[in-house]
């Protein structure tokens, strides 16, 4: 069944989904959560399979084709590939990716691209053993990129992208290690810059290591060349002069990409959120459980997204940061 195209009150139409499938993580990234974790959700809080299916089939129907699966970390999760292949195979659902910290990827490599995952994002800040423990408090580096070599060796994971947070103080002495490891390896690496998402509240502006900067410090040693930009994404991708590799910057702080804006977000316990940063959340959860049909629930969702924020405020006066951090968010 299709339904009208879904669009919000700016004039733009929704293709993207973000969805989180727990708020749980095995890491605990500075930007993301303190030391000692936060609290997590209640089982029966989290949607069921059956309803995140539900709800991304609806959208589908809608015309939003592109969905991203998010946590938390997705792969805690028990039984997370039977999940993504009941996604994979719903009419509409055209693109279907998963973000991951690659923790557990080893583990889940073959299983995710037998479900129909197309597009993998590993989350790396560092390459560097110790500094990838001081930012994620987990010795867990060798277990990532033994995660990511698994996934690999599957032509249809191609491409792979690395995200790469850059927080002024700390991704400097990782620019140009990461720009290696994007020519000598099948990977492309995306910076992007340190939003307010973090638990503690402790973000300002001066952290912000900006694209443009790292771009700089790499073109330094490596020479860049633009690609043209798709409309909608989120990064602005460049490919060595070489031809050796691409890589890639996201600049919501210093470069919003909110005018043509597509993406919504679904959190872990049913919440639609119109934006990362918004300040208010539509349940979807309640009034499924509660028996509302598919009609109801898209009546629910055009509602809400017809209200999707303009942009967001991060570089206004008078800007508030979300009460979720990231990790409840779902990015």
Request: net charge negative; proline share 7%.
């Amino acid at each position: 069944m299709e339904r009208e195209p879904l669009t919000d009150g700016h004039g733009r139409t929704i293709g993207d989904v973000r969805v989180s499938v727990t708020d749980r993580c095995n890491f605990r990234c500075q930007y993301c959560m303190p030391a000692e974790g936060i609290p997590w959700l209640e089982h029966d809080d989290i949607l069921r399979f059956e309803e995140v299916a539900r709800v991304v089939a609806l959208l589908a129907q809608m015309g939003v084709s592109d969905v991203r699966l998010t946590g938390g970390e997705p792969l805690v999760r028990r039984d997370f590939p039977r999940l993504a292949a009941m996604l994979a195979e719903l009419p509409g659902v055209e693109d279907l990716a998963l973000t991951t910290n690659g923790y557990l990827l080893e583990r889940d490599a073959a299983a995710l691209v037998g479900a129909g995952v197309d597009r993998f994002n590993v989350s790396i800040d560092s390459l560097q053993r110790d500094r990838f423990y001081e930012l994620t408090r987990r010795d867990a580096l060798p277990r990532v990129l033994a995660g990511l070599e698994a996934l690999a060796r599957y032509p249809q994971a191609h491409p792979i992208k690395i995200n790469a947070v850059g927080i002024r103080g700390f991704t400097e002495q990782e620019v140009l290690p990461f720009a290696r490891f994007a020519r000598e390896r099948p990977f492309e690496v995306r910076f992007i810059e340190f939003m307010p998402l973090d638990a503690d509240h402790a973000w300002n502006p001066g952290k912000v290591l900006t694209g443009a900067e790292i771009r700089a410090a790499i073109e330094e040693h490596y020479p860049l060349e633009p690609e043209p930009r798709e409309p909608s994404a989120t990064a602005r991708v460049y490919r060595f002069a070489d031809g050796r590799g691409r890589i890639g910057f996201i600049n919501p702080v210093s470069e919003p990409f909110c005018a043509d804006c597509n993406r919504i977000r679904l959190t872990a316990e049913g919440r639609l959120r119109t934006c990362l940063f918004s300040l208010g959340e539509t349940d979807l959860r309640g009034p499924m459980r509660d028996g509302a049909s598919d009609d109801d629930l898209e009546r629910i969702i055009r509602d809400a997204v017809w209200r999707k924020e303009l942009k967001h405020h991060v570089n206004e006066p008078g800007f508030i940061q979300p009460a979720r951090s990231m990790s409840a968010i779902g990015g």
